[in-house]
T-cell receptor, first 111, second 107 residues
Framework: DVKVTQSSRYLVKRTGEKVFLECVQD?????MFWYRQDPGLGLRLIYF???????EKGDIPEGYSVSREKKERFSLILESASTNQTSMYLC??????????FGSGTRLTVV | QKEVEQNSGPLSVPEGAIASLNCTYS??????FFWYRQYSGKSPELIMF????GDKEDGRFTAQLNKASQYVSLLIRDSQPSDSATYLC???????FGAGTRLTVKP
């Protein structure tokens, strides 16, 4: 089975902190994605990557950055966390022509 | 911005009934369509995908695609309480998702 592992299930951070969310997949997928999920808004795409060192903005990239130094790892960075970034963050990966496999999610609370 | 919209929920059906979930999309060039199921507190999991116009059946699930009208639907026959979840429609491999429809199947 493909595994997409997110480093933390729950995270509490203070306003202004720099936050790293890590995602690792073990199936050599080219594509990796970061979403946030909020009630009533569904899944919104933050950033995605089709290859190592490549990144593309999604629909809501403001306040976030990403890093993909290795194929299996895609990190989401909150440069200065704010309370409106409290959310569930989901990582996913896929081959070019296939559906996604999601990680189990990180519920981030910014206080 | 490319948009994916799903019929507003929540949707409640009795056990054994057919549940019908609908999704429309704005990008006429879209080629691939996916339905995911998400149980409360869990990650989405793929249940169906469809690429061609018409119907695709998998057990109790049928996906229907009409590219001319730009909609895709999911039918769940003989609905069970275990089908109670949020169903997400996704379009293309850079996956824009709809907001989801929460389905409740009442025993």
């Amino acid at each position: 089975d493909v595994k997409v592992t997110q480093s933390s299930r729950y995270l509490v951070k203070r306003t202004g902190e720099k936050v790293f969310l890590e995602c690792v997949q073990d199936m050599d997928h080219e594509n990796m994605f970061w979403y946030r999920q909020d009630p009533g808004l569904g899944l919104r795409l933050i950033y995605f990557s089709y290859d190592v060192k490549m990144k593309e903005k999604g629909d809501i990239p403001e306040g976030y950055s990403v890093s993909r130094e290795k194929k299996e790892r895609f990190s989401l960075i909150l440069e200065s966390a704010s309370t409106n970034q409290t959310s569930m963050y989901l990582c996913a990966s896929s081959f070019s022509d296939s559906s996604y496999t999601f990680g189990s999610g990180t519920r981030l609370t910014v206080v | 911005q490319k948009e994916v919209e799903q019929n507003s929920g929540p949707l409640s059906v009795p056990e054994g009934a057919i549940a019908s979930l609908n999704c429309t999309y704005s990008d006429r060039g879209s080629q691939s369509f996916f339905w995911y199921r998400q149980y409360s507190g869990k990650s989405p999991e793929l249940i169906m995908f469809i690429y061609s116009n018409g119907d695709k059946e998998d057990g109790r699930f049928t996906a229907q695609l009409n590219k001319a009208s730009q909609y895709v639907s999911l039918l769940i026959r003989d609905s069970q309480p275990s089908d109670s979840a949020t169903y997400l429609c996704a379009v293309n491999y850079d996956m824009r998702f709809g907001a989801g429809t929460r389905l409740t199947v009442k025993p």
